[in-house]
């Protein structure tokens, strides 16, 4: 009896969540774009979804190996571990940005925005894991 009641409290893990938003967000990366007709906004909403699935895939591999990739290895090292199978490429042909400490975050991954420059507004605003943001 009392293994029963331990068996019907058993929740889901962190992995299975992370991966069950991994799943959705690369889901939406594709839909979104396609269902919005505001080009500005589906690239926007593009970009913060591949943010989460690269930061959902950094926490794995944090949960694997003890730490985050370094700076150096970047996030070519969630490739060439098996965690995503390419890096892809910000909304606008630009690289998605890595910083290992981060400045706003224990990490930070963000891309510059249409400007492929720091700062700016509107569409050239810099886009990342940070809270304002995401």
Do not use: C
């Not at 996030?75 to 892809?88: A, G, H, R, T």
């Amino acid at each position: 009896m009392k293994q029963k009641k331990l068996n019907s409290l058993r929740g889901f893990s962190l992995i299975e969540i992370l991966v069950v938003l991994a799943i959705i967000g690369i889901l939406l990366s594709f839909v979104v774009p396609s269902v919005i007709n505001r080009p500005d906004e589906a690239k926007l909403i593009k970009a913060k979804n591949d943010i989460n699935v690269l930061e959902s895939s950094l926490t794995l591999f944090k949960l694997d190996h003890g730490d985050y990739p370094s700076q150096l290895s970047g996030l070519q090292e969630l490739v060439n571990k098996n965690y995503i199978k390419s890096l892809p490429a910000d909304p606008w042909g630009g690289s998605y940005q890595y910083l290992n400490p981060g400045i706003k975050n224990e990490i930070d991954i963000f891309t510059y925005g249409a400007d492929q420059k720091e700062g700016g507004e509107g569409k050239n605003k810099d886009i990342g894991n940070w809270i304002e943001d995401l």
